[in-house]
């Protein structure tokens, strides 16, 4: 088991504080102002007939989980990015922070702005490289950034000294330096790791915080060995020419339910944490048991905008690609391409209805798509009805990875699709909690946005320290 940063002397990263002096303030998300629930109280109305519900005592029992898996000392660091696989960045980071977590990655500076603007004051990662005109920016927000370019960190670098002297607190620029290990998407060769540090080091307005992978094929058990051996080789060269080692992470979620690579001082846990083993991943005899305890966190439902009796003959949706062999009861759903639901799933896909399945038919459109409910029995359906498109109902349950079969593609992909537009239902002890969704009238309900006037943060004392 590799040294923790606290055995190897290194501190521990600290918290954020805004230079400008907001400290107290209630922050808002630019992107989509979360409405949160009154004690007692509830949301004001849907804004759309189809939403995502967003279980977050899902997300937080399957943290427990992954983190029972990690060797004591090993950190998990929640990925947060793509507007956190589609659950929603804000809500979901807030949770994982009261929880405990000490720190979140994501992919870009303005998803890692976004968290800053709402109020979350953990470290933040942004773990593909910026601009190097941003560089002083976050600096000032006290984000780190992920480099694995000679040129790119050498304008970064250069931007930073030519930057004004920061004004807070935060005087260096934590920097992750990417190493290439087999993935050929990113970073510098493990030989030059050691030189390429210096460079960091000599930076007054940098330090060095941090090596970091990923994983090509988690999998496979013979190429991850190799990309491990090279994370190794890297740690060995950089501790050879008398640096002290930084925090360093290559595993994700494949890595860590495989068992096929190093844990090293940092888990980067992604899909799994929303309730998903990664597709096509063959997750190690040892962990089987709490691979099947992740609970899904997303549901995605919508109720009908029509309900109609088809003569047989009729085209449904463009093309027409599919046409009734019968009189059918068609129902139209208002959700699209647009909201996530790929167009690829025409003509192939199932949803839930009363805990039965029913084909989805026609082309998928940009704001709808049809289902046809002839088969199913009882009373007729109704607007009223509540279709389940991903998610369980009456002990049936379809699954982002068998909507990803179904779309010739991955869940990754089908949960990181889901559209700013689709509202997003937050729930915890089974009850709402909040909603995000573009537009909302608070008047009509009893919610109210998280940065309404008067009313305490949701996100505690606020940023008091560095990132």
Request: charged share 20%; net charge negative.
């Amino acid at each position: 088991m590799s040294a923790t940063a606290s055995e190897r002397g290194v501190a521990p990263a600290e918290t954020y504080t805004d230079a400008g002096g907001r400290d107290g303030e209630n922050r808002v998300a630019t992107r989509h102002p979360l409405v949160e629930v009154r004690p007692g109280g509830a949301l004001p109305p849907i804004p759309k007939s189809a939403w995502l519900e967003i279980d977050l005592d899902a997300l937080i029992s399957n943290i427990h989980v992954l983190r029972g898996l990690l060797p004591q000392g090993t950190r998990i660091e929640p990925v947060v990015k793509a507007d956190a696989y589609g659950h929603g960045a804000v809500a979901v980071s807030r949770a994982l922070v009261a929880d405990g977590i000490a720190s979140l990655v994501v992919a870009t500076y303005d998803e890692a702005l976004e968290l800053r603007e709402a109020g979350i004051a953990v470290p933040i990662l942004i773990l593909f490289p910026i601009p190097a005109e941003l560089a002083a920016d976050a600096l000032r927000h006290a984000m780190s950034i992920a480099v694995g370019d000679r040129l790119l960190l050498a304008r970064t670098l250069a931007a930073l000294e030519a930057g004004p002297e920061p004004a807070g607190p935060c005087k260096e620029l934590p920097v992750y330096l990417e190493v290439e290990t087999g993935l050929g998407r990113g970073g510098v060769l493990p030989e030059d790791v050691a030189e390429i540090a210096a460079s960091i080091e000599a930076c007054p307005r940098a330090r060095l915080a941090g090596l970091w992978s990923h994983l090509q094929a988690p999998a496979d058990a013979s190429i991850t060995s190799g990309q491990d051996d090279r994370f190794g080789l890297a740690s060995g060269l950089l501790e050879a020419a008398g640096r002290t080692l930084p925090t360093r992470h290559i595993s994700a979620s494949g890595g860590v339910l495989a068992a096929t690579a190093g844990t090293y001082d940092v888990v980067r846990i992604g899909i799994a944490q929303y309730g998903i083993v990664p597709d096509r991943l063959v997750v190690t005899a040892e962990f089987e048991a709490a691979a099947a305890a992740l609970r899904p966190v997303l549901s995605l439902r919508a109720r009908p905008v029509r309900v109609a009796w088809l003569d047989a003959g009729t085209g449904i949706s463009y093309g027409p690609t599919f046409v009734t062999a019968r009189r059918s009861c068609i129902v139209t759903l208002p959700v699209g391409y647009a909201d996530g639901y790929p167009r690829s799933l025409s003509n192939k896909a199932q949803v839930l209805v009363r805990g039965r399945r029913v084909p989805q038919v026609g082309t998928v459109a940009m704001d709808a798509l049809m289902v046809d409910v002839t088969d199913v029995p009882g009373p007729e359906i109704t607007i009223d009805d509540e279709f389940t498109l991903i998610g369980e109902q009456d002990g049936q349950s379809i699954g982002a990875v068998e909507v990803a079969q179904w779309g010739n593609t991955i869940s990754y992909e089908i949960l990181a699709a889901m559209s700013g537009r689709l509202p997003r239902v937050y729930y915890a002890a089974a009850k709402p909690v909040a909603m995000r969704a573009v537009a909302c009238e608070t008047s009509r309900g009893s919610g109210r946005t998280a940065g309404e006037t008067g009313v305490k943060s949701l996100d505690g004392p606020g940023p008091n320290d560095c990132g």
